[in-house]
């Protein structure tokens, strides 16, 4: 453009140049949005609440939830508040058991696992644990790791049990945890077995929860039936009318590196105490352990029917701990 050009056809190209400027900026915009897997707003109140709590749980305010940091203090505090709220009561006189961690530069030494009793029709002795972990990552080079599939998800599938057994209750006592420190090493779920609330030999059988809410592979799986043979036809019958798929495996002895998830996540303290435990969990995704493990990644339909099949599996191990104990088949 030269000084001699007339100012109308100089401002009738600055115009078109902002024009152009602002259609490619929105194209990025759309590109972006469309990148990011997106799914219809559920319309019943059940799945609602499930994708409320999700989005709670995960959120930024939360700070990716590393263990011994401000953010899963005041998740721990959020956790607490719901477990109130639905009338869930602790075992002792607090939710809240420390749980000592190793040190990291940011971080206390201290955290905490939460743990809450539903009592059953029958209460004392044989108890289940239904267990998931609330930490995650935190934040890193500025970005928080959300961990909303990790694991945000199994988190809001315990308060969801809570509220059902507190309605509905199963035969036997159930304890549901939320695990401190996983991610670092399993430090809550070692603490928990070392010193539990209740005596270790009622401690029938656990039920672990770790990464249930993705639908990227389709399925959930149930690993751990290769330890305990007892227990697959257990799940099996929990199958009858779920709502998703549900495969077995990656619990193989002779798996290759990164398919056995025995020792994989929480259950692998029970294991080896010698409890029997079946681990429910999704395989890897694109965002496992990244920044984009985010609740809008999460097909609220496939999530429910996840949490379904959990108290469909938590009623029939009721059923199998009874005849465990009484010794009928």
């Not at 940091?69 to 809240?96: D, H, K, N, T, Y």
């Not at 697959?232 to 998703?244: E, H, I, K, Y």
Request: glycine content about 8%; overall charge neutral.
């Amino acid at each position: 453009m030269t000084s001699q050009q007339p100012r109308e056809q100089v401002s009738v190209r600055f115009f078109t140049m902002l024009c152009c400027c602002a259609m490619v900026l929105a194209v990025l915009a759309f590109s972006r949005a469309s990148a990011q897997s997106t799914f219809p707003e559920p319309t019943d109140q059940i799945t609602r609440q499930l994708m409320q709590r999700l989005r709670a749980l995960s959120a930024d305010s939360m700070e990716g939830r590393r263990a011994g940091s401000e953010g899963s203090r005041r998740a721990r505090r959020w956790i607490v508040s719901e477990l109130q709220a639905i009338g869930a009561s602790p075992v002792g006189r607090a939710f809240e058991y420390p749980v000592r961690l190793s040190p990291r530069s940011g971080t206390d030494t201290v955290g905490a696992n939460i743990v809450a009793r539903i009592p059953g029709r029958t209460p004392g002795g044989a108890t289940i644990v239904v267990s998931a972990h609330y930490d995650h990552l935190g934040v890193r080079e500025g970005q928080v790791y959300n961990g909303a599939d990790d694991d945000a998800s199994g988190c809001v599938a315990l308060l969801a049990l809570a509220e059902r057994l507190r309605r509905s209750p199963i035969t036997h006592d159930v304890l549901l945890v939320f695990f401190d420190a996983e991610e670092a090493g399993m430090f809550g779920s070692r603490a928990f077995v070392a010193a539990p609330p209740v005596a270790l030999s009622n401690l029938a059988v656990n039920l672990s929860l770790d990464m249930i809410a993705r639908q990227d592979g389709q399925a959930l799986w149930v690993s751990g039936t290769s330890h305990y043979p007892a227990l697959r036809p257990v799940a099996t019958r929990a199958m009858r009318g779920a709502g998703l798929s549900v495969r077995f495996g990656h619990d193989e002895k002779f798996a290759k590196p990164g398919d056995d998830w025995t020792n994989s996540s929480d259950h692998a303290a029970f294991h080896a105490k010698g409890i029997p435990f079946l681990y429910l969990g999704v395989e890897d995704h694109a965002d496992y352990h990244k920044p984009g493990d985010d609740a809008d990644k999460v097909d609220p339909t496939f999530f429910r029917a996840a949490v379904d099949f959990v108290e469909a599996l938590l009623r029939e191990l009721d059923g199998w701990v009874g005849t465990q104990r009484t010794g009928t088949r």
